[in-house]
């Protein structure tokens, strides 16, 4: 079925690249055709939305996240549908390590989904693990994680049907080096994570492919002066990519202006890492962390929209560049940054409405996936 035009007008615009007030969009074959500062021309027989006191920014994207609320990984359809409604429009599904059969499973449902979904589109798949340095497990079942086996990460590619996007391994395990070439050279993104490696690991890791941290700061081992490890690598190679968890159990607000401090702006990239609250016998701390009975943090419950203004409110960051580091920077570093991660024109209609800090309409790749303001 042919959708119609959409106009949306008067609308307070982040672009990605700079603010529109009172701007319009026009959007039609799942694509945003037309970006103005002002009243486009009415198009006949079209949608027009009027946006007077919303905002309209670019869909966000969550690299790390592994389920919420009550919804497994592998539930897909009510997921997809639950964050188009915190203004995602593009993830992730993100596999814990777990048992092997489990995971092989996982991967083989997540496969059949094709990316489809009604609500946020899945952009490939993340796995977190096997090959993780277990005094390192954090939240990982610490007797499923595995010593690097080529075999076994072909195993899981293939259980994936290529739409395995990002992997995160412990580079100093022995044997790691092989499997990040190997992921690097099969269009996966190898990250590091999980892990206890020397500065010199690290180094050894940037030389076969390797460039991506998962969740920094979060088990990244430690910084010292005389061993920076991953931490000192990742601050201060031009090329690495960086996740940050924007929450307080994670990170304290200092942390991350340290690393917006040293990393050029668009290799910060922000996760939810949100997890299950059921998992387990976690709780749900007050403000969005889940943690295990002893306080080992599992992951958050705090929306990426939420970390968003998070640091917002924490450092001042202007809100425009907060967008970007969960919108531009994903889609950048799935290398498909041409048609999506921003509100431009020729790329897909991946927006949302805000009112205040609210998601009111989500449009995902031009269609209404989320709407409460006709409903009202
Ligand atoms: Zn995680």
């Known amino acids: 079925m042919e959708m119609k035009t959409v106009i949306i007008r008067n609308a307070t615009i982040y672009t990605g690249e700079q603010v529109l007030n009172q701007g319009s969009l026009i959007i039609s074959g799942g694509k945003i055709q037309g970006l103005f500062p002002d009243e486009p021309v009415p198009v006949q027989d079209c949608h027009v939305i009027d946006a007077t006191g919303l905002l309209a920014i670019p869909g966000l994207i969550d690299l790390h996240f592994h389920g919420y609320g009550e919804f497994a990984i592998t539930e897909t359809t009510a997921l997809s549908r639950l964050l188009v409604s915190q203004g995602v429009t593009g993830f992730l599904p993100t596999l814990m390590t777990g048992n092997p059969e489990f995971v092989i499973s996982a991967l083989h449902l997540l496969a059949a989904t094709h990316g489809a979904g009604?609500?946020?589109?899945?952009?490939?798949?993340?796995?977190?693990?096997?090959?993780?340095?277990?005094?390192?497990?954090?939240?990982?079942?610490?007797h499923c994680l595995m010593k690097p086996d080529p075999r076994e990460a072909s195993r899981l590619l293939e259980a994936g049907g290529n739409m395995v996007r990002l992997m995160t391994i412990a580079p100093e395990l022995p044997g790691a080096l092989d499997i990040i070439e190997f992921l690097h050279l099969n269009g996966v993104i190898p990250a590091a994570g999980?892990?206890?490696?020397?500065?010199?690991?690290?180094?050894?890791?940037?030389?076969?492919?390797?460039?991506?941290?998962?969740?920094?700061?979060?088990?990244?081992?430690?910084?010292?002066?005389?061993?920076?490890g991953l931490i000192g690598w990742a601050l201060t190679r031009g090329q690495v990519t960086v996740e940050l968890i924007p929450e307080h159990?994670?990170?304290?607000?200092?942390?991350?202006?340290?690393?917006?401090?040293?990393?050029?702006?668009?290799?910060?990239?922000?996760?939810?890492?949100?997890?299950?609250?059921?998992?387990?016998?976690?709780?749900?701390?007050?403000?969005?962390?889940?943690?295990?009975?002893?306080?080992?943090?599992?992951?958050?419950?705090?929306?990426?929209?939420?970390?968003?203004?998070?640091?917002?409110?924490?450092?001042?960051?202007?809100?425009?560049?907060?967008?970007?580091?969960?919108?531009?920077?994903?889609?950048?570093?799935?290398?498909?940054?041409?048609?999506?991660?921003?509100?431009?024109?020729?790329?897909?209609?991946?927006?949302?409405?805000?009112?205040?800090?609210?998601?009111?309409?989500?449009?995902?790749?031009?269609?209404?996936?989320?709407?409460?303001?006709?409903?009202?």
């Open 194 to 228: 999980h892990i206890q490696a020397t500065c010199a690991e690290m180094l050894a890791a940037e030389d076969r492919g390797l460039c991506h941290v998962t969740h920094l700061f979060n088990r990244s081992g430690s910084f010292h002066h005389r061993e920076p």
């Open 118 to 142: 009604d609500g946020a589109r899945i952009l490939g798949i993340n796995l977190e693990g096997p090959f993780l340095n277990p005094e390192q497990s954090g939240a990982q079942p610490r």
């Open 249 to 376: 159990h994670h990170l304290h607000p200092l942390a991350v202006e340290l690393t917006l401090r040293c990393k050029s702006p668009d290799r910060v990239i922000l996760v939810s890492d949100n997890v299950p609250h059921n998992l387990r016998d976690c709780v749900l701390s007050e403000n969005g962390a889940v943690m295990a009975p002893d306080r080992t943090l599992l992951g958050s419950a705090q929306s990426l929209l939420q970390g968003v203004f998070w640091l917002v409110d924490t450092l001042g960051i202007d809100l425009g560049f907060g967008l970007r580091l969960a919108s531009l920077n994903p889609a950048r570093l799935l290398g498909i940054e041409n048609r999506k991660g921003s509100l431009e024109p020729g790329k897909d209609a991946d927006l949302v409405l805000l009112r205040g800090r609210t998601p009111v309409l989500t449009m995902v790749e031009g269609k209404m996936v989320y709407d409460q303001l006709s409903a009202r």
